[in-house]
C-alpha cells in the first residue's frame, strides 16, 4: 500500500510539474485586469480577441507558417533521398553523413544562428528572409532523415526487389512501391518538423529583422513594450494547436510508432 501510494504521489507531483506552467498560462490568459498577474483579476476571454486584433501577431503568424510549411517540405525534399539512399545502399562514410545531418539537433541553436549571421549572412549579403528559410530546413532536416529511415527499415526490402525483377525502375519502384507504404512516416516526419520550426527560438532570434520575424520572436518583442495578457492568450492558443495536431498525428497515424 505504501508502494503504491508513493507511486501516485510521485505521478502527481510529475503531472503537477509538466501542466502546472501551462495551467497558470491560461488562467492569467483569462484574467480581467490590464497587467499580467496571476492568480487573475476576474476572468474575461477579451485578451483572447485581442490577440486577432494586433497586426503584427498576424503577420509574424504568417512568416512562422510559411517557414513552417515550406520549410519541412523542403527538408523532406531532401531527407527522403538522403534516408532511402542510406538504408538501402552502402554509402561511403554513412556513419559521418549520419552526424553531419544530425548535427543541428546536437549543437545549440543558438550557436547555429550566430555562427550563420556571422558566417553566412553578413559576409554574403544574404537576405534574412532567406537565410531564415535556410536555416528552418536546416534544423528540420535531422527529423526528416531520421523519422522516414526508421520507417524505410521496418519495410521488407524483397517488396521492392519483387517490382525491379519484374521490370520496375529502381525510381518506379520507389514511387509505386516505397513511398505508399512509408507515407505514414513522412506525415509523422512532417509534423514534428512542423511543429519545430513553428515554435524555433534561438535561430530566429538571431536571423530577424525589420518587418521580416517569427511570431515566437514578435511575442518576444512584443513583452518588452507591453506587459498585458495577451501574450499569455497566444501562447495558450499555440499550445493548444501543437497539442491538437500531435494529437490528431496519434489519432489518424499513430505518430509514437515513428518516433
Not at 550557436?111 to 531564415?132: E, K, R, S
Not at 501574450?231 to 499555440?238: Q, R, T
Request: positive net charge; proline residues 5%.
Amino acid at each position: 500500500m505504501n508502494s503504491r501510494l508513493s507511486t501516485w504521489i510521485i505521478l502527481g507531483l510529475t503531472l503537477t510539474f509538466l501542466i502546472g506552467p501551462f495551467l497558470i498560462i491560461i488562467a492569467a490568459a483569462l484574467s480581467a485586469g490590464n497587467n499580467l498577474a496571476f492568480p487573475p483579476q476576474g476572468l474575461s476571454l477579451k485578451w483572447f480577441i485581442k490577440v486577432f486584433e494586433v497586426e503584427s501577431f498576424r503577420a509574424s503568424f504568417g512568416v512562422s507558417m510559411f517557414l513552417a510549411i515550406f520549410g519541412t517540405l523542403a527538408a523532406l525534399v531532401l531527407g527522403i533521398p538522403a534516408a532511402y539512399a542510406m538504408t538501402r545502399f552502402k554509402v561511403p562514410g554513412a556513419e559521418t553523413v549520419k552526424l553531419i545531418v544530425s548535427s543541428p539537433i546536437i549543437v545549440p541553436g543558438i550557436i547555429v544562428g550566430l555562427a550563420l549571421l556571422q558566417y553566412f549572412v553578413i559576409p554574403l549579403g544574404v537576405g534574412i528572409g532567406l537565410a531564415l528559410f535556410l536555416a528552418h530546413t536546416a534544423l528540420i532536416l535531422p527529423y526528416a532523415v531520421r523519422v522516414v529511415s526508421a520507417s524505410m527499415e521496418n519495410l521488407r526490402v524483397d517488396m521492392e526487389e519483387a517490382a525491379l525483377m519484374l521490370g520496375c525502375t529502381r525510381f518506379g519502384a520507389f514511387r509505386r512501391i516505397v513511398l505508399p507504404n512509408i507515407r505514414g512516416g513522412v506525415l509523422a516526419a512532417f509534423i514534428l518538423g512542423f511543429v519545430t520550426s513553428f515554435n524555433q527560438v534561438p535561430v530566429s532570434l538571431f536571423l530577424s529583422g525589420p518587418g521580416l520575424r517569427t511570431l515566437p520572436i514578435d511575442m518576444i518583442a512584443y513583452m518588452e513594450i507591453n506587459y498585458d495578457p495577451s501574450v499569455a492568450a497566444l501562447s495558450a492558443l499555440l499550445a493548444f494547436m501543437s497539442i491538437g495536431i500531435v494529437f490528431a498525428a496519434e489519432r489518424f497515424i499513430g505518430l509514437s510508432r515513428y518516433v
